[in-house]
């Protein structure tokens, strides 16, 4: 296979980032990268999916890993992996042996050592420019789960489960194969069910995921449900309002700079300051546009709110309202032009997962969830037009047509960055609506 033909392929079998946003895999192929990193950081607390991953299917990832890296012409794999998880860190080395085209770079158990910028600087001392893109330092990165679809795909099976940690307050945390399109509700309750009443459902990781309901369902994205108390300080920092925020900003920063300290993308050498957006934002201060400007330049890991800030403020919040309301306003941002040299100190400032954890009150709910690689039934599924960055796949499908688990059931949109949606079970449409597709069993 060549590099179109490997392109073409993740199109067709509908190939995104399998958390984050869900770039579309294609779209981030590279043929001038000398290095594909596989991201197995897992950083977020309680996630749990990707190490699991490896420990069962190592073989099919460094083999699919070494495959694409030669279709593309890189020099080396590099697997970013993490030194405690010692049962994956063991099947790579059984796997690799002494291999001199796929080596392992172990990480320390640090948040967030899965950012992409963070994980290319640690495992090559690259450091990509502020709003540049890994291409711009030759290296394309690519998480566990994604190269595991590439391998299906290779074998003719285009991505229509997703594997998801369902933890925190249920009877027995566990990590599915579910199809794309089931509801939570029905993977809570395989996990023996919830242990509280109410609970508020988390989707996605503590630092970066989402306020979701039992009735949203499983996308391409959707890495663990994590299930919680309405009251638990994770779920009421998501809660959070950034009119309040900014009360509380102008009422208690004590412009002590921890936040800016400890900021990872800061530690790069990325000219976002979230002290000095502090100051001016609570001192509604427009003289001084650089802050607003470089909140850009935010992750939004989340680690200034989560663990640096003494006062409990949210940087993250604010600068998030800020990039959104400049996005959305259209205007366009000048390049950075300055400067970009990471910090010496950044080993001493990182953020120790255990005590993340600790802070974040979740050492309760870190009990082991294991993977299940046999798919999961679900009765029924509402398959989303849009699970990725770009545009809506298009319907190819009618009421009432039958479909086999596999088949296309919206195709990508030519015009932009799109990937073909497949059906996830055998059924029949029962409805098509302007943003997903429902399938019965
Ligand atoms: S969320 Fe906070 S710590 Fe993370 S990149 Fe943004 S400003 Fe820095
Ligand atoms: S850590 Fe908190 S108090 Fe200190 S500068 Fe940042 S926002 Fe203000």
């Known amino acids: 296979m060549d590099f179109d033909g490997l392109k073409q392929l993740m199109r067709d079998n509908g190939i995104v980032g399998c ?33 699991q991953l490896i420990e069962v299917r190592a073989k099919e990832i460094v083999e699919t890993a070494s495959f694409i890296a030669k279709t593309i012409g890189a020099k080396e794999v590099v697997i970013g992996i993490k030194a405690a998880y010692k049962k994956a ?66 074998h003719g099976h285009p991505v229509t489960h997703k594997f998801v940690t369902v933890t925190g307050e ?20 395989r996990s023996g069910g919830q242990k509280i009443d109410d ?15 039992d009735q949203d369902v499983v996308t391409k994205t959707t890495n663990a449900i994590i299930v919680l108390p309405k009251d638990h300080p994770v779920v009421l920092r998501k809660k959070m309002k950034p009119r309040i925020d900014l009360k509380r900003a102008m009422a208690a920063c004590s412009q002590c700079s921890y936040c800016t300290d400890m900021c990872p993308r800061h530690m790069l050498g990325h000219p976002i300051d979230p002290a000095a957006f502090m100051r001016v934002v609570s001192n509604q201060d427009a003289h001084n ?18 663990y640096a800030c003494h006062q409990g403020l949210s940087p993250r919040i604010l600068l998030g309202f800020v990039k959104n309301n400049i996005r959305a306003s259209g205007i366009k941002y000048p390049d950075y032009d300055g400067p970009v040299v990471p910090d010496e100190e950044m080993d001493f400032r990182r953020v120790p997962l255990k005590r993340l954890v600790a802070r974040l009150d979740l050492e309760k709910y870190a009990d082991p969830a294991p993977i299940y690689e046999e798919p999961i039934n679900a009765k ?62």
């Not at 796929?102 to 450091?127: C, F, M, N, Q, S």
């Not at 249920?170 to 309750?189: D, H, M, R, W």
């Open 19 to 51: 958390g984050g946003a869900g770039f579309p895999s294609y779209a981030k192929l590279n043929d001038k990268a000398d290095t594909l990193i596989i991201n197995c950081a897992e950083c977020e607390p309680l996630l749990r999916l990707h190490r």
């Open 89 to 154: 860190v063991a099947a790579l080395r059984n796997q690799i042996g002494d291999s001199n085209f796929v080596r392992i770079h172990l990480l320390p158990e640090v948040y967030p050592a899965g950012d992409e910028l963070v994980l290319i600087y640690e495992t090559t001392k690259r450091v990509i420019r502020p709003g540049q893109l890994p291409a711009s330092v030759n290296v394309l990165v690519y998480n566990v789960e994604t190269i595991y679809n590439v391998y299906r795909a290779l």
């Open 170 to 189: 249920v009877n027995q945390p566990e990590t599915f194969y579910a199809p794309i399109g089931s509801k939570i509700f029905g993977l809570v309750k």
């Open 199 to 213: 609970p508020a459902f988390l989707i996605g990781g503590p630092m970066m995921g989402f306020l979701g309901s």
């Open 289 to 306: 546009v650089g802050p607003y400007l470089n909140a850009r330049y935010c992750s939004s890991c989340g680690v200034c709110e989560a």
């Open 380 to 441: 029924e599924v509402d398959i989303k037009l849009l699970q990725h960055v770009g545009k809506k796949a298009i319907p190819v499908v009618k009421i009432n047509d039958h479909v086999k688990e596999g088949d296309i059931i919206a195709h990508y949109d030519d015009t932009s960055l799109s990937v073909n949606i497949h059906a996830s079970i055998d059924g029949t449409v029962s409805e098509i609506t302007s943003t997903y597709i429902r399938i019965r069993k």
